[in-house]
């Protein structure tokens, strides 16, 4: 499975931008994709997922301001992120879970100016 990220950029607080992952390779065994993101000193946390029938699940910094979603016919991943912050300045990353293991895109970084 490889991993496509793209859509990043520099915004204002209150922005939004949307980032989209494109996935190829063996598409048929991925079960979740989702995005991470790392800051600068911190760890990679999790900040959405979205699960092969549509289930998602939200960190609670992002919760009511990002939406996960998911294309099945063009294989590729998207997270709308709205009203951004400051604080969620960091490369994000997207990854797929298959039953043979993780996989990772490239970052792309995100930064929300104040």
């Known amino acids: 499975v490889q991993l496509q990220a793209s859509g990043g950029g520099l915004v204002q607080a209150g922005g939004s931008l949307r980032l989209s992952c494109a996935a190829s390779?063996?598409?048929?065994?991925?079960?979740?994709m989702g995005w991470y993101r790392q800051a600068p000193g911190k760890q990679r946390e999790k900040v959405a997922h979205i699960t092969s029938v549509g289930s998602t699940y939200y960190s609670d910094s992002v919760k009511g301001r990002f939406t996960i979603s998911r294309d099945n016919a063009k294989n590729t991943m998207y997270l709308q992120m709205n009203s951004l912050k400051p604080e969620d300045t960091a490369i994000y990353y997207c990854?797929?879970?298959?039953?043979?293991?993780?996989?990772w895109g490239q970052g792309t970084q995100v930064t929300v100016s104040s």
């Open positions: 990854a797929a879970t298959t039953y043979g293991g993780d996989y």
């Open positions: 390779g063996r598409i048929f065994s991925i079960n979740v």
